[in-house]
């Protein structure tokens, strides 16, 4: 049943860290070469926010307090995606250290949310989510400061599509 | 036949000579126990998480429950405690247990051993502390910060280094499959970390999102699924009393795990901002899976021939066994999910959520449950306390389980659906939600039968090592004739 090389310590280890390392190379390092994924579009360039902007420290509190586990931020090209405006593309996450695609949409996908609403409402809507929605189950961050319910709202109005992005997805 | 009891008593023998008072396989009767702690808290944090998507008032008492307890950061809460406090150092004992036996050497280290323990449980802690602070990294299962990361590592390598020891120093030659997969989690655990948690750190774009999707497969596809699927490898001869079917389909699951699973990584982004050849990438291998997990079940139903009766008597086989199945559905179910038809449905759903419970929660847990209630007797010379607590464990998690996943699942589908009908925003979108809200109830219930499970473990692991009945000898080895 057993022969040598199932003895063979330095063979089973090699064989786990080359088979793990291949896919690393494949997953992890090639996809930083692929020129779909390193060139910003003119989306990313709105959303690389300059250090301590609102937009950076509303992101900050958006992180902060979990937002991303139940908003997603990525418009697929498929139909239970098809009214949330133009479809997500590689580029459009260029500068986001971490992009904040996620995997669950217990709330709705926030990528263009700038787009839908105005600064009030979102304000008034982080307060009290019940007072829009009666079924809403989205928590009342009415307990943030001023200060980071104003940066946050900053946030969510800067994800919009850049105007020439806008008309160039629009043939989906 | 060399019995393991035997073989205990030898080595505390040993000790007694050289050098003080540490008993053999503390280190991993000590990650049961703490283990245990770990998964209790979960389990009650996993409960706030259920009753708030029901009602998102609820525990809003005042700002600072509301801030502290808010469900986004309750959640990864929930998922690091099973994770990290539960499920990850349920396998660690099982490391620590089943290297010693099947080496037939004593640990390198038990004071090493002893002393990793205690640190991986305080940096936890503090990991913990610091989720709660909302010191959250936006990556699922990676959330805690680069400071609890980088001791995680560090703790982790003096683990290996105390396990390789160990196996340098063995008696049997020969290494049993179980330590090809074991083997295979201690280079492999290590660097998933690493790769998970380190670059992430610095770099941004969507390479960044495909590195963190392939920690998020790969702490399950890398670390539980060879480290479970080992575990049963060793259990299964032991608790149905029959040699392993075939040596070799093991064999073949151990290097079909490695290579096909590490490359999954990118079916999570299936559909999604990422190039075509990217996806691929993710799905066939996703597919492959097929291989090692028919590997595992062929070799289950091999070895079982004949023995099927000892389910109804032998409850830990019958944990195993069920953690078996559910694993094999989970990966059923997994290269489904990933094609990209089914995954336009499914992805951001509830299903997910009843997706990740299916191998984590029914697959592994219950075969380390198994482990548990096979190797703590052996460990302290008391026999589990009580078989009908044993047996109430089951029931809850089992029916508990069910219930949780196939409310998921259900929800999911007409959340899918729900979506496609283009109730995607605004007050369609809620209206879906609504419609849902029976299913987050019946999760909540599901969920409180698998507590309640728990609780009958907890209680029957406290009472078994407080007041359980003195073990009688030791069946054979069935697997080292």
């Known amino acids: ?29 090639l996809p930083f070469f692929d020129s779909s994924i390193n060139t910003p579009t003119a989306t990313a360039k709105l959303k690389n926010y300059l250090p301590n902007s609102a937009e950076a420290r509303g992101r900050v509190v958006y992180i902060k307090e979990g937002c991303y586990w139940c908003h997603s931020q990525s418009v697929r090209p498929v139909k239970a995606d098809s009214k949330l405006g133009p479809v997500s593309v590689p580029g459009d996450y260029y500068y986001d250290k971490i992009p904040l695609i996620m995997t669950q949409r217990t709330g709705p996908d926030l990528t263009w949310v700038g787009s839908r609403y105005s600064p009030e409402w979102q304000y008034e809507h982080l307060n009290n989510p019940q007072k829009f929605y009666n079924g809403s189950i989205m928590p009342k961050y009415n307990y943030l400061s001023e200060q980071d319910k104003k940066d946050l709202v900053a946030y969510l109005m800067s994800l919009k599509p850049a105007p020439a992005a806008k008309a160039g997805a629009a043939g989906r | 036949m060399e019995t393991h009891w035997t073989l205990t008593l030898e080595l505390k023998g040993d000790f007694r000579m050289s050098t003080a008072t540490i008993r053999p396989y503390t280190t991993s009767k000590l990650f049961m126990y703490t283990s245990i702690v770990w998964l209790l808290i979960g389990m009650v944090v996993a409960l706030l998480v259920a009753v708030k998507s029901v009602n998102p008032d609820f525990l809003a008492i005042n700002r600072w429950w509301q801030e502290y307890f808010t469900y986004g950061r309750l959640r990864p809460i929930h998922t690091n405690t099973v994770l990290f406090g539960w499920l990850t150092p349920a396998f660690f004992a099982m490391w620590f247990y089943i290297v010693p036996v099947l080496t037939k050497a004593p640990l390198y280290s038990e004071r090493l051993g002893v002393f990793t323990v205690w640190a991986w449980n305080v940096v936890y802690a503090i990991g913990m502390v610091m989720l709660f602070l909302g010191r959250q990294v936006p990556v699922e299962y990676s959330e805690m910060p680069l400071v609890i990361d980088i001791p995680i590592i560090l703790i982790t390598g003096l683990m290996v280094y105390n ?95 490695g290579a096909f699973y590490i490359w999954n990584g990118p079916h999570h982004l299936v559909n999604g901002p990422i190039p075509l050849w990217l996806m691929k990438a993710g799905i066939i291998p996703s597919v492959l899976l097929i291989i090692p997990v028919w590997t595992v079940l062929a070799n289950v139903i091999g070895t079982m021939k004949g023995a099927w009766h000892k389910i109804s008597e032998n409850i830990e086989l019958k944990f195993m066994m069920t953690g078996t199945l559910f694993y094999f559905l989970a990966c059923i179910q997994g290269p489904f999910q990933a094609l990209m038809g089914p995954n336009a449905i499914l992805h951001f759903t509830y299903w997910t959520v009843g997706h990740a419970h299916l191998p984590l929660f029914a697959g592994f847990s219950l075969v380390a449950f198994a482990g548990y209630y096979y190797a703590l007797p052996r460990i302290i010379g008391r026999q589990i306390y009580s078989r009908s607590l044993m047996n109430w464990h089951y029931w809850f998690s089992v029916v508990g389980f069910l219930i949780f996943g196939f409310a998921m699942w259900l929800a999911g589908i007409l959340q899918g659906f729900g979506w496609m009908d283009g109730n995607q925003v605004g007050a369609a979108f809620v209206k879906v939600l609504e419609s849902l809200h029976m299913y987050l109830i019946a999760r909540a219930i599901g969920g409180t039968f698998m507590f309640l499970g728990q609780i009958a473990f907890a209680w029957n692991i406290y009472k078994t090592a407080t007041a359980g009945k003195q073990a009688e000898a030791e069946e054979p080895m069935p697997v080292l004739q």
């Open chain 1, 1 to 29: 049943m057993a022969n040598q090389s199932e003895k063979n310590i330095g063979a089973l280890l090699g064989g786990a860290i080359a088979v793990f390392m291949i896919g690393i190379i494949g997953t992890c390092v």
């Open chain 2, 163 to 257: 396990l390789a020891r160990t196996i340098m120093n063995r008696k049997e030659r020969i290494l049993y499959v179980t330590l090809w997969y074991f083997l295979g989690t201690m280079v492999w655990l290590p660097m998933i970390y690493i790769v998970g948690n380190i670059p992430g750190a610095y770099l941004s774009g969507i390479g960044q999102a495909s590195i963190a999707y392939t920690w998020v497969h790969n702490i399950i596809g890398m670390w539980f699924t060879p480290a479970g699927v080992g575990t049963i490898y060793f259990l299964m001869p032991k608790l149905s009393g029959k040699p392993i079917y075939s040596h070799k389909l093991s064999l073949i699951g151990f290097w079909t795990i």
